[in-house]
């Protein structure tokens, strides 16, 4: 009966046969075995088997040989050690042949041999195969600007032409080749150039989704000239509510925008924006394209709301994208923020939507490009105290970029001019401005700022509080910037323009006074320097500070100063800058063209006084 067990004499004579059958039931499997219970099992005389399978030993993984298949005896009297050492009859190890050490590595470079000799054959079996690896190895020299000499580099180009030529479409779609072809744009004439891009006419939207030919469109575009333009461009019309969402096409498309396209044709690709309809449907009307969204609506009213909607959809799923970096979408979002209305819900849900991007990087994208500063200026300039808060928090760490940046600087005059905390902004602008949040400025803080004061899109955050509106500083877009700011910050600010820049002065003026008094020499000896001395001298604060910085004027002038070298300092002041700066602080203030008078700064600043004497007591 199964699950019990009987006693079997255990025989000494091996049963080769039955132990054979049971090595072919049975699959052994390699299973460690303490020698104590080894012996627990060997000392005992009896064997109990069981009629069941679980229970005899079947399937256990091991099939225990007889003392004499073992060829050893337990009565030969061996110790634990040995056995346990001794492995079990049927676990054999596998033999290894050692007579030839080498056979293995040899079948290795065999095998690789053998790979590689696949592998050419797969390419050679490829289309153009051979004109792809004659130009791979010309484009292998070529490729090397500094050690081909312009003779032969000419000789390879035209070499490399009569391979490609009529292939060019074949060539352009692998990453190899194609880099093939952008080196002999690079290095051809420009009929060569020509002959390239009318064999691609018809395929440029093609090329511009794929993820290596992208790429050679932009280069026929920089080495091109307009013929080859006016055969790209008109291309892309009709597709660009599709190729600004492509993840390889709205890279090139947005390159095209912004630094290869006309007026005319920037007009085109932007009106696809606004809906379905002007992508299908032409301009028809006369006079040159237009993409002003404010002349759209007026002529076709009842068009705004599905406008809108079509454009605040396409806005909304770029940000959202978090491809926020493309100039034809600031274009964008300027045309929808200068059609909304002032208050409405549409204005709220727009300064939000440049809110809610939490790493801020659509602000910051807005920032350096010129519709998307505009559109950063008129957010700060519409929202209230706590938009324009968040705002500001977002170009933490940016500002001091922004200052050199031609478009970036037109963020900091408007927030200058807008916001109504003025302790807000001189602790979250000035420091990054300066280098530093205290008077005194050590060795690198003042190269950077006399840097800073030298550059032409630098200088204007530092100087635009102490000189206004001045057409010497302010570049026309900047005028026409601040001008727009300020007619809405009527309506949305509370404090006094008056107030406010006086209040910021006090903390901008000790640091600029500061550095005049240390570096005078240094800013004297350019134009930009001594316009930056004759305007923070006529509007800084009084006080202390710009006593330091006349008087260290004035050792200049007298060649009292010791730091000083007096061949240098006599050069520099005879200039037509420093003698205009000379003239101003002598007069006391700023000449008025208009009233054809001087307008005196209050506090006078005696500078003629306090000239006259030191000249006098050196004398």
């Known amino acids: ?60 993984g091991v099939s225990w040989p007889s003392d004499d298949d073992a060829g050893l005896d337990s009565a030969h009297g061996r110790t634990n050690e040995e056995f346990e050492d001794q492995e079990p009859a049927n676990l054999t190890r596998p033999k290894i042949s050692i007579s030839d050490p080498n056979s293995t590595s040899t079948s290795s470079k065999e095998s690789h041999a053998k790979q590689k000799a696949l592998a050419q054959e797969r390419k050679a ?35 490399l032409f009569d391979i490609v030529t009529g292939h060019v479409k074949d060539l352009v ?40 030919a992208k790429f050679l469109v932009g280069k026929l575009l920089v080495h091109g000239d307009k013929e080859t333009r006016d055969l790209i461009v008109p291309e892309f019309y009709g597709h660009v509510r599709r190729m600004i969402k492509h993840p390889e096409a709205s890279w090139i498309l947005d ?27 032409k301009h028809a009307g006369e006079g040159p394209v237009s993409a002003d969204l404010k002349a759209i609506l007026a002529e076709r009213p009842e068009k705004r709301k599905p406008v809108m909607h079509a454009l605040h959809e396409m806005i909304n799923l770029l940000v959202q994208k978090k ?37 801020g990087d659509l602000l910051k994208n807005l920032a350096f490009t010129k519709p998307g500063a505009r559109v950063v200026c008129l957010a700060l300039a519409y929202g209230n105290a706590k938009d324009r808060k968040q705002i500001l928090r977002v170009y933490k760490n940016t500002f ?28 979250t602008i000035f420091p990054e401005l300066l280098g530093t949040s205290s008077i005194d400025l050590n060795d690198d803080q003042r190269q950077a700022l006399l840097h800073a004061v030298t550059n032409l899109n630098a200088r204007i955050p530092l100087l635009y509080l102490f000189a206004g509106k001045a057409k010497a500083i302010l570049p026309a877009e900047d005028l026409e910037m601040l001008t727009a700011i300020h007619a809405i910050r009527t309506s949305t ?8 820049r006086r209040e910021l002065l006090a903390t901008l003026s000790p640091p600029l006074l500061r550095c005049i008094a240390v570096d005078a020499a240094a800013l004297v000896r350019s134009s930009f320097g001594c316009y930056f001395v004759t305007e923070v001298l006529l509007s800084a604060t009084a006080g202390e500070g710009r006593d330091e910085a006349l008087k260290a004027i004035i050792a200049l002038v007298a060649g009292t100063d010791a730091t000083a070298h007096p061949e240098d300092m006599k050069e520099a002041l005879d200039g037509p800058s420093a003698g205009k700066m000379l003239k101003t602080l002598v007069q006391g203030g700023r000449y008025n063209p208009r009233a054809q008078k001087v307008e005196q700064t209050m506090p006078a600043l005696d ?13």
Do not use: C
């Open 400 to 427: 001091s970029t922004m200052a050199y940046d031609p478009n970036g600087h037109q963020v900091i005059l408007a927030a200058y001019d807008v916001i109504d905390d003025t302790v807000l902004t001189p602790k």
């Open 493 to 500: 600010s509370k404090k006094d323009p008056t107030a406010r």
């Open 607 to 619: 500078f003629h006084n306090r000239l006259l004497a030191v000249l006098e007591a050196r004398d």
């Open 1 to 60: 009966m199964a699950g019990l067990k009987r006693k079997v004499q255990v025989s000494s004579v091996p049963h080769n046969r039955s132990i054979k059958k049971q090595k072919q039931e049975t699959k052994p499997v390699k299973t460690k075995v303490s020698a104590t219970n080894i012996e627990a099992e060997t000392d005992s005389d009896p064997i109990l088997e069981s009629d069941t399978p679980e229970l005899s030993g079947e399937n256990d």
């Open 173 to 212: 779609l692998k990453h190899d080749s194609v880099r093939v072809i952008q080196t002999a744009i690079k290095y051809a004439n420009l009929d060569q150039r020509r002959m390239i891009a009318r064999e691609l006419k018809g395929e440029y939207r093609g090329l511009a989704e794929s993820r290596y």
């Open 255 to 281: 390159d095209i925008y912004r630094g290869a396209a006309t007026t005319e044709q920037k007009a085109i690709l932007l009106r696809e924006w606004y809906g379905a309809e002007f992508s299908i449907f």
């Open 125 to 159: 079996s490829k289309p153009n195969a051979d004109s792809i690896a004659r130009s791979k190895k010309l484009w292998e020299r070529l490729r090397r600007k500094s050690h081909v000499p312009l003779a032969e580099r000419k000789k390879l180009v035209a070499e």
């Open 323 to 359: 491809t926020t970096g493309f100039t034809m979408l600031h274009d964008a979002m300027l045309q929808y923020l200068l059609n909304i209305t002032p208050g409405s819900t549409e204005m709220t849900d727009f300064i939000e939507l440049l809110k809610g991007d939490e790493e």
